[in-house]
């Protein structure tokens, strides 16, 4: 479904991280023909640089913006969507006779049409009003029918790479894994640099 039909502003934040050790986030393994074995790569950027992925970033920001709302309580109102909505739940559950708050982002369709006509009226769901009936979490993250206002690009660093070796254990077994050694291709400590962008931001959106 198409909400924003026009954006009225973009908030802009240049956020700079910096590891305390050698970090690699597993992209492509490459098997070398010595007696070294295999090397894995790190995920790349469109640069060709080793990079953090946004959607790992943007996951690590929601878990805590969701903690920190739990904390807060949900609303009281049946009707009203909470500032956090249920995230395990049963698939095809009966909603009849649960409040907004009892259910998730992603049943809120199947939960409107089990609400009588007049509920229905107050709360349409056209394009252009769903997000207002999501939670507080998922207007700015996104969920099943909203991809959300918050964007986070790929923290990437120039910075070379070097050369670690370890034994791989097979988790299954206990034992050596595939071998004889197993390299990963690791960043150092050079800070890495992203951007979040909020589009059609509000205050509550930045703090």
């Not at 894994?177 to 931001?201: D, R, Y």
Request: hydrophobic content about 40%; overall charge neutral; some cysteine.
């Amino acid at each position: 479904m198409r909400m924003h039909q026009y954006t009225a502003g973009i908030c802009a934040i240049t956020l700079q991280l910096t590891p305390n050790g050698p970090w690699m986030v597993r992209g492509e393994t490459r098997r070398e023909t010595t007696v070294r074995g295999s090397v894995l790569e790190p995920f790349m950027d469109q640069k060709g640089q080793p990079a953090l992925p946004g959607s790992a970033l943007k996951g690590v920001i929601r878990s805590t913006a969701e903690r920190i709302l739990q904390s807060i309580g949900s609303a009281r109102d049946p009707l009203t969507a909470p500032l956090i909505a249920p995230i395990f739940v049963e698939h095809g559950r009966d909603l009849h006779g649960f409040g907004r708050a009892d259910v998730s982002d992603s049943e809120l369709l199947a939960w409107h049409a089990t609400l009588s006509q007049e509920q229905q009226a107050q709360l349409p769901v056209t394009p252009d009003r769903i997000y207002m009936l999501l939670s507080a979490a998922s207007q700015l993250f996104g969920a099943t029918v909203h991809a959300g206002l918050l964007h986070i690009s790929d923290a990437g660093v120039a910075a070379a790479t070097a050369r670690r070796s370890h034994v791989a254990l097979d988790r299954f077994h206990g034992g050596v894994g595939e071998g004889p050694f197993v390299e990963e291709l690791v960043s150092t400590k050079a800070p890495l640099t992203t951007q979040i962008e909020i589009h059609n931001f509000a205050l509550w959106h930045i703090a």
